[in-house]
């Protein structure tokens, strides 16, 4: 039974008697051992057994192929360990065995000592290859190993890449069938190749390693390249592509070029300090700016350096951007060189010790800011006055309306009067309430329409018990749309009170507002005694209807009217 770790030796000897004796000898230091008398064999049990560890291989094999031949087939097969076992000893036999396997050359009856020890080499050298091979295979950095080439004066002329790992091919650009087998001369050409050369002899020469940042023509690239000797004829390189890097700090420094450039056009003042208040560092566009001269201030505290008063709500803006992480802005006065001046300071956290403030003139600004405010209050007291007088004249044109009306004898006349009226309060109600809103071009539906609905049936309450329900959803019409919208309601409230309770002491109005994807619906109804069928806006001597037909197409509106229970009047407009 196989022993658990036990290594497997292929030993090809074409005596039996030697090959037995081998065998007994190799078993009894824990080896398994399979034994075959021809190349042929051998070939056969490597393409059949992926288990054989080590091949001890005789070169002379009879008739048939030789133990060179064999050898040199089996690694094409696998790259484990071959030792050759020969009697041979001739300096062109051994050489030639070199060229097929480093693992050994080990004359018959040398003993069984020299040849556990040659076996016991093979597996570590097996071993340390595999390892550098894995190493060599995963390693992060593109790697390759350059065998140097020498003309007949011993001089080195071109260097072949004999092999190199996937990460070469991802840092270099080449793809791995572009450089394995090729020459510096045929992958480089020019300057690069001659650079290259150089690199190779100089290492080569001394025995020291080389760093080096080169850009590739051929991939346009950067990489670094790191060469150093692995024997007399052969380079190991190293090479990691710093394309991404190069133009990091290509672009690093073109910003920091640009920054420059912006910090020095900048207009404004910029300080740099301390949790202490210390003057750090400084930029201005003019030092006819500054309170004091940048040696004075410069290491100095804010307390020292600017009036007290200012520099403790410094202190006081550091604190509170330290506390909440927030930008904090002073606005100050100063006297500089320039005479006295206004400044805004925006203070900002650096990091956990240094604060940046951006100092600004503002001296114009705050002129034009104080000029503009006494323009505002001006025109504010204006405003105000006209707005007293526009609703006085109003409440004029509306009491001489209200003592015409009153003087009058004629009934139709008087009523005419009191339609006119009407109209005047439906547009004071909304002169006022566009007075008390912040913009003078809208309204919100509700802030006009029930004031509006209040006014005009106030006059009626002591006459009639008339209910009004009014449902409006929130939404702000313009002016121009409210005003006739007013008037509107205004001759619908008035022709009900006036028409649909007649003979009656009680009643219900409903007003519904509505808006859905910028349509607005207005629906107004009355349970009085409806609308007779053959009178409608388009057909009626009343000027009541003929102005509420004038005013929905004023609104580019339409108008619907429905005699069911009363009357419903729907209007619909875009918003």
Known sequence: MKALGQKNILLVEDDAITALDEQNMLERNGYAVISVYSGEQALHIIEENSGIHLVLMDINLGSGMEGTEAARRILEITNIPLIFLSSHTEREVVEKTEDITSYGYVVKNSGETILLAAINMA?????????????????????????????????????????????????????????????????????????????????????????????SSHTQQWFELIVFATSHDELGIAIQNITERKNADKALRESEARNLAILNAIPDIMFIVNRKGVFLDYNTPDKALLHVPPDVFL??????????????????????????????????????????????????????????????????????????????????FLLKESHHRIKNNMSTILSLLSLKAGRQDNELVRERLNDAAGCIKSMVVLYDRLRDVDKFDKLSIKTFLHPLVNEITSPFRNIKQIETSIQLEEFTLRSETLLPLGLIIN???????KYAFKNRENGEIRILATIKDALVTITYEDNGIGLPQNIDVENTNGFGLQLIGVLVRQLSGTLQIERQEGTRFIIQFAA
């Open 491 to 497: 001759e619908l409230i008035t022709n009900s009170m």
């Open 299 to 380: 290491g100095q505290s804010i307390l020292k350096v600017i009036p007290v008063d200012i520099a403790k709500r410094f202190m006081d803006a550091f604190e509170t951007v330290c506390t909440t992480r927030e930008n904090q802005i002073l606005e100050y006065d100063m006297d500089v060189p320039m005479g006295k001046m206004v400044f805004e300071a925006r203070i900002t956290l650096m990091d956990g010790d240094r604060f940046l403030f951006i100092v600004r003139d503002i001296t114009k600004r705050s002129l034009a800011a104080k000029k503009i405010n006494a323009l505002l209050q001006e025109k504010e």
């Open 123 to 215: 597996f570590k050298l097996y071993e340390s290859k595999r390892r550098f091979s894995d190493t060599f295979a995963h390693s992060f950095n593109g790697l390759a190993i350059l065998r140097m080439h020498y003309n007949s004066d011993g001089v080195p002329c071109d260097g072949e890449c004999v092999m190199a790992n996937n990460a070469f091919e991802v840092h270099s650009g080449f793809s791995l069938n572009s450089i394995i087998g090729k020459n510096v001369r045929d992958i480089y050409s020019g300057a690069e190749a001659e650079e290259l050369m150089e690199i190779f002899t100089t290492v080569l020469a001394t025995r020291t390693s080389v760093r080096r940042e080169m850009f």
